[in-house]
């Protein structure tokens, strides 16, 4: 089962404020547990929103919509996120509950989201089988 932990922004990362070296060594600490423990898929801070573009689709089959940053409401904009694969919900919400204060504040927020399975989407032999060979792809291009 993957485990997103979505870290959500604040005014600081809002601002581009740089993590302190104590937040960084914590974040590397508990990323380093993830590695030994096999779980960790990715894990990546993003920058601000003004450096961001939201597209949206304000009509079926209509243009894209497209804004350019920053966004309002930092607590509704992703300042980072963490890829897990474990075997059970408790075990994402352990790894969860780990995880440093992601803003080192006190105004940190994690939410942990279950990623759908591929199989859960799709019934269709033939088209899981694409699917497959797609993610397989991308893991040889990885390699490389």
């Known amino acids: 089962m993957r485990f997103m932990l979505i870290v959500k922004a604040t005014a600081d990362s809002e601002a581009g404020a740089a993590p302190s070296a104590e937040l960084i060594e914590a974040m ?54 963490t890829l897990i694969e474990v075997k059970s919900r408790e075990e994402a919400l352990e790894w969860a509950m780990r995880m440093p204060d992601p803003h080192g504040n006190g105004q940190g927020e994690i939410e942990l989201r279950q990623v759908w399975d591929i199989a859960d989407l799709m019934d269709n032999p033939e088209t899981l089988a694409k699917e497959e060979a797609l993610r397989n792809q991308i893991m040889e291009q990885q390699k490389a």
């Open 28 to 81: 590397q600490k508990y990323n380093e547990e993830l590695v030994k423990a096999g779980v960790l898929l990715a894990a990546d801070g993003l920058m601000p929103s003004a450096n961001g573009i939201r597209i949206s689709y304000p009509e079926p089959g209509g243009k894209p919509k497209i804004t350019d940053g920053p966004f309002t409401e930092a607590k509704e904009i992703i300042a980072g996120y």
